[in-house]
T-cell receptor, first 108, second 114 residues
């Protein structure tokens, strides 16, 4: 069945890089997404990658996709306290399936 | 400004009561969605609608009902049949899925059953 897995928590120091990992099961997924949720708010799309790409970079964000291992990662360079939030990966096959979310805590 | 609004932000309900959550969008999107978010479980799809006057059950539709009489509006009713309704509810909309199109989310409604 369709499933998306993420670790629940990540803690980093301000200025370090953060890497949030995600695994998925649906090999027919066409797009994979990273969403950000700040406390008490809705989700905001950060970036997405098409399934035939290996990497996508957008300013401080780098997405890596290993399609063979069905592994997706989001790297945030020079992490700031404003990056503290829950990050969801999601895959689009027939519908959008979300992971459980990774809570990123950035310590000064 | 275009966007999605949900109201109210916080809602309290007594056991046994039905309650309706509002979702409105002015993005001219055809598709709208309702998700439920529980701690550590991500988002689960309750209902979705691809077009006016049509909607489909998602993964956890039991105890919920929806209507889509207007393109802009997709209200969700949480009925007394829903066994554990306390959660954060998120509404979203998208243009017809063409791949790469994002779902735009509202700010959410936190429902607490007393």
């Amino acid at each position: 069945g369709e499933d998306v897995e993420q670790s629940l928590f990540l803690s980093v120091r301000e200025g370090d890089s953060s890497v949030i990992n995600c695994t998925y099961t649906d090999s027919s997924s066409t797009y994979l997404y990273w969403y950000k949720q700040e406390p008490g708010a809705g989700l905001q799309l950060l970036t997405y990658i098409f399934s035939n790409m290996d990497m996508k970079q957008d300013q401080r964000l780098t997405v890596l996709l290993n399609k063979k291992d069905k592994h997706l990662s989001l790297r945030i360079a020079d992490t700031q306290t404003g990056d503290s939030a829950i990050y969801f990966c999601a895959e689009m096959g027939g519908k959008l399936i979300f992971g459980q979310g990774t809570e990123l805590s950035v310590k000064p | 400004d275009g966007g999605i609004t949900q109201s109210p932000k916080y809602l309290f309900r007594k056991e046994g009561q039905n309650v309706t959550l509002s979702c409105e969008q002015n993005l001219n999107h055809d598709a709208m969605y309702w998700y439920r978010q529980d701690p550590g479980q991500g988002l689960r799809l309750i209902y979705y609608s691809q077009i006016v006057n049509d909607f489909q059950k998602g993964d956890i539709a039991e105890g919920y009902s929806v209507s889509r009489e207007k393109k802009e509006s997709f209200p969700l009713t949480v009925t007394s049949a829903q066994k554990n309704p306390t959660a954060f509810y998120l509404c979203a909309s998208s243009a017809p899925p063409r791949g790469g199109d994002e779902q735009f989310f509202g700010p959410g409604t936190r429902l607490t059953v007393l």
